[in-house]
């Protein structure tokens, strides 16, 4: 075998959350071949696994990659003026260079606390692509489609949307590319339809923000007589490939749209409680068999790309809101950030250990005052856990990290570039003296 990781406590989130106490796992060509209290024979690298929760990667949903370089440029703003009025004219200056380094930043940040799979949608895809490639995780990218806000035509987000699902998911590899319309009011009627149109025919999946604000909803209702969801209802754009991030402020029968046509809910909770957009009505999406995963959001409305601290606040932000301590609990809200990810994305082959699964494997040192005494694993990975507790990540059987050694990126390299274009950017953007 390559890779043989011995005596952990094994969080599988397998259909039956298994938790599995002194247990090794073996790995061989990219794959789990096997998962019991004893591996027999020999393996190129051994991990010690003793002292360590070995847990299935994190599973991002919703990133937009590129904007760790505008992290702590605008807070404390709603969004339209947030969008408006600082984001999109300092996106008017990305250069590609930009982009490829906000990207490898986020990598190396969702590398180092866990995450091993997100889903993106932002520009210049293929600087997106080479810094996926180059950290080892993997990457469900999309370009990101405007027609209203833009001068894009319709032809032309398509042109560039078709090229980049043909490039990269015609060929095996970490990088998987979706549609991206980025939203019922930046895009038209038009965009849409061709964008679902195309992702059928194609076979691949849609990624667009959903209700993520009132005001969104009541323009809706003025502008087109429905509720954004209820429009893209209208429309036939909702599908089981459809990634729908934030859905905020879904009407009654919404709920069953949702659930009715299968589409997959990216829930938000930082940066909607950020920018005050709301609190997604979670529980009732779980009770209603509507699927549910997590996402950070980007990093300038975050500001972090956590999953840990995401969880976290998934569970609380629940429970203080619906008044029940039981609702979300910490197996649901594990399950969301690495099974049901997996789901939403088509991706089925990760997000849990079990044997035939691809090898993307975190392990979480429990040897810190936060995480002692260990008593509930589960309970501790939700309430407890840090980013900076993870040890060792692996994706496709390849180790990224291990010991909180970095080997397929050079991080000081990587933070220094990052800086150097950031201040590059915010210079274009002319923001630079109020920043620094």
């Given amino acids: 075998m390559d890779v043989k990781i011995e005596k952990g406590t094994v969080v599988t989130v397998d259909g039956e959350g ?5 247990h090794s796992l073996a790995v061989e060509d990219g794959r ?15 991990i010690d696994a003793r002292g360590k929760i070995v847990m ?11 904007m760790t370089l505008m992290r702590g440029v605008a807070d404390d703003l709603p969004l339209m003026k947030w969008l408006q009025e600082e984001i999109w004219p300092l996106e ?3 250069e590609p260079r930009h982009i490829y380094a906000g990207s490898l930043l986020g990598c190396l940040e969702m590398l180092m606390g866990g995450t091993t799979t997100f889903n993106d949608m932002y520009f210049q895809l293929d600087e997106v692509a080479r810094a996926v490639e180059e950290s080892g995780i993997r990457g469900v990218l999309s370009h990101a489609m405007f027609d209203l806000v833009a001068e894009t035509s319709v032809e032309e987000a398509m042109r560039e949307g078709r090229a980049k699902v043909r490039k990269y998911n015609s060929r095996p590899g970490r990088v998987r590319v979706f549609f991206g319309p980025h939203a019922p009011y930046t895009c038209s009627e038009e965009l849409l339809v061709a964008a679902k149109e195309e992702a059928e025919r194609l076979g691949t999946g849609l990624h667009i923000h959903v209700s993520e604000t009132r005001q969104e909803v009541e323009d809706s209702r003025r502008e087109k007589g429905l509720a954004p969801i209820e ?9 089981p490939e459809v990634v729908a991030a934030h859905c905020v402020w879904p009407k009654e029968r919404e709920f069953e749209v949702l659930r009715e046509r299968g589409v997959k809910v990216s829930h938000n909770p930082i940066s909607n409680m950020k920018i005050a957009a709301g609190i997604a009505p979670v529980p009732e999406y779980l009770n209603k068999g509507i699927q549910v995963s997590l ?15 995401t969880m976290k606040m998934t569970a609380l932000l629940h429970k203080v809101t619906s008044g029940d301590a039981s609702a979300v609990p910490a197996g649901t809200v594990l399950e969301m950030a690495t099974a049901g990810g997996a789901r939403a994305l088509g991706m089925e082959e990760i997000g849990s250990l079990e044997v035939g699964k691809r090898a993307d494997i975190v392990l979480v040192n429990t040897k810190v005052p936060n995480l002692t ?19 060792t990540v692996m994706v496709d059987g390849r180790i990224l990290m291990e010991g909180r050694r970095v080997r397929s990126l050079d991080p000081g390299a990587v933070l220094e570039l990052a800086a150097r274009e950031t201040e590059h950017l915010l210079e274009k953007g002319g923001k630079l003296e109020r920043l620094t």
């Fill in 373 to 391: 005494p260990f008593t509930n694993p589960v309970s501790h990975l939700v309430y407890a856990a840090r980013s900076s507790d993870v040890d």
């Fill in 32 to 46: 789990i071949v096997e998962i019991s209290r004893r591996v027999a024979g020999e393996a190129e690298h051994v």
């Fill in 231 to 239: 429009y893209l209802e209208k429309i036939g754009f909702l599908g």
């Fill in 18 to 22: 298994r938790v599995l106490k002194d």
């Fill in 92 to 94: 008017a200056n990305l």
């Fill in 295 to 309: 996402a950070t959001d980007g990093a300038a409305s975050n500001n972090t790309l956590d999953m840990f601290e």
């Fill in 56 to 66: 299935p990667g994190l599973v991002n949903t919703h990133t937009h990659l590129a």
